[in-house]
């Protein structure tokens, strides 16, 4: 085994060969098997299913685990070394790491995945990602910076900490949801540094090691990374995809079934315009769900995040309901997606004694959001109704704009129309995801790959891609996306024209 020069990087974990074999699912694709292998475990670090400096099995343990030879695991490996995605330590094996370009592109982080990515090495210009689900900023939003600076004196004879959230914006929110429906005041409402802060701080205060958590499969990533950092033992809850076959968008009866078979702490759920599949809650399915949180005395965090970007049809009501159920039922809320992922202000809608609770452990964390931020939330808050319009109105082009792209690719891919949100869940029809995913990266295009999106690696076949880009972005985008399905399927590629 060669070693790499330069910096060892530390091992943090390691795989097995049963883990893995699990991991990469269906990896095998037309062409040499190695370099499929290969791909398929590149395409696992870029979606952040498999973390760096995760020690690999060895390779003669992961060639009997796969039924392959010695030669072809040898290869994958030297390959993912010589593509930088792995270190070989002497005495230590195969470690992955992600590869260092140069270039002047910032590296986006996956979101809607769990780990940072990489630049793609491929010859082409800049980076198209179709898998950070993060629009631009509105034009008002220069404006309401302007605003906040000069509104900010106010705050400065104090420190500056406020780790409850400043007032003003606490009853902007507090109003917010009183207008949906549900009554609710400033106590109700706790100020976080963006959506994953407060998922994190909530996983952190309500879960303990080893504590079950339930989850929809597939979900938001990130969502996924805070509840395992927290120890949990995730429990998933098959989704599917409206107008597909499949599981159904969101089974009420398995889902309660789920909370009695495995007696879990709390239930993450996205009930609105859902990460990934677009699908939103019945107002009969967000009351059943918030009795099964009462019968069973599990709070239910409710991401709401993508709750504003409702394309086809009015705004649901919030699955907080009439309130009465604040012990139970947890909304987490944010800036990033309705105006801009740069404010990183978000907030928890809960109980006052809970809000309470995650403030004075947020303090040992953040101690508080910035106030400049939180005041030009107060000033979009305001001016919502007109930025949230027109916003609707560029997402849905782009969602459109996509679709038709991805339909003319490959006419026998399933491609949903999702009526909000900003992703669709790309069905390939073969478990071909991961592989689609590391050869798009090649190509300098990010997507994300379906296992890494799901608690147990499932969902081979689809992908995730965000319509948030511009048609421009996606004009660029599709071709590359076309030549690396050539690549993966074999087959001839189609027009992205």
Do not use: C
């Not at 404006?143 to 606490?170: F, K, N, T, V, W």
């Not at 909530?202 to 499969?217: D, K, M, P, W």
């Not at 050869?439 to 076949?461: K, M, Q, Y």
């Not at 948030?468 to 399905?485: E, F, N, Y």
Request: hydrophobic letters at 40%; charged letters at 20%; aromatic letters at 4%.
């Amino acid at each position: 085994m060669t070693t790499t020069t330069g910096p060892q990087v530390p091992v943090h974990r390691q795989l097995s060969a049963h883990a893995a074999t699990r991991l990469l699912g269906d990896w095998q694709s037309k062409g040499p098997a190695y370099r499929a292998l290969a791909d398929a475990l590149r395409a696992a670090i870029l979606s952040g299913a498999l973390g760096t400096h995760t020690r690999l099995p060895s390779e003669r343990d992961l060639a009997l685990s796969l039924g392959v030879s010695r030669t072809t695991t040898t290869a994958a490996y030297r390959e993912l070394r010589e593509r930088g995605f792995a270190q070989a330590r002497t005495g230590v094996g195969t470690v992955t790491v992600l590869p260092r370009h140069s270039g002047p592109a910032p590296t986006p982080s996956l979101t809607g995945g769990d780990a940072p990515r990489p630049q793609s090495s491929a010859p082409h210009g800049d980076l198209i990602d179709l898998g950070q689900a993060a629009p631009a900023a509105p034009p008002e939003l220069h404006d309401a910076y302007q605003r906040a600076l000069e509104a900010l004196p106010r705050y400065l004879s104090g420190i500056g900490y406020e780790p409850l959230g400043i007032h003003p914006l606490r009853v902007a929110i507090a109003e917010r949801y009183t207008a949906r429906g549900t009554p609710t005041s400033a106590e109700n409402v706790l100020v976080t540094s963006g959506a994953q802060h407060a998922i994190t701080t909530l996983a952190q205060a309500l879960l303990g090691a080893g504590e079950r958590a339930i989850v929809q499969s597939p979900t938001y990533a990130h969502a996924l990374a805070a509840l395992r950092g927290a120890g949990a033992r995730l429990v998933g809850v098959p989704v599917g995809t409206p107008g597909q076959p499949g599981p159904p968008p969101f089974d009420v009866d398995l889902f309660e079934s789920t909370v009695r078979r495995s007696a879990p702490r709390l239930a993450y759920m996205i009930a609105d315009n859902h990460n990934p599949t677009g699908y939103t809650w019945t107002e009969e399915e967000r009351r059943r769900v918030r009795a099964v949180a009462r019968r069973h005395r599990m709070p239910v965090i409710g991401d709401e995040t993508i709750t504003d970007l409702y394309l086809d049809r009015p705004s649901p009501a919030p699955l907080t309901g009439d309130g009465q159920d604040d012990t139970h039922v947890i909304a987490v809320g944010s800036a990033s997606k309705s105006f801009w992922g740069g404010l990183r202000v978000g907030w928890v809608r809960a109980h006052p004694e809970l809000v309470r609770r995650l403030a004075l452990r947020r303090e040992s964390i953040d101690i508080a959001t910035s106030v400049l931020e939180q005041l030009a939330v107060v000033d979009l808050l305001e001016r919502s109704g007109e930025i949230l319009a027109a916003r609707r109105v560029q997402v849905a082009r782009q969602r459109d704009h996509l679709v038709a792209g991805l339909r003319r690719i490959e006419p026998s891919w399933r491609v949903p129309e999702p009526p909000g949100g900003l992703s669709l869940w790309l069905d390939l029809g073969v478990p071909l995801g991961s592989a689609l995913a590391a050869a798009s990266a090649e190509r300098g295009l990010l997507i994300n790959a379906g296992p890494a999106l799901t608690p147990d690696g499932s969902h081979a076949s689809q992908v995730r891609l965000t319509f948030a880009p511009s048609t421009d972005r996606i004009d660029v985008g599709l071709p590359r996306l076309a030549d690396a399905w050539a690549r993966v399927s074999g087959r001839a590629a189609g027009s992205a024209s």
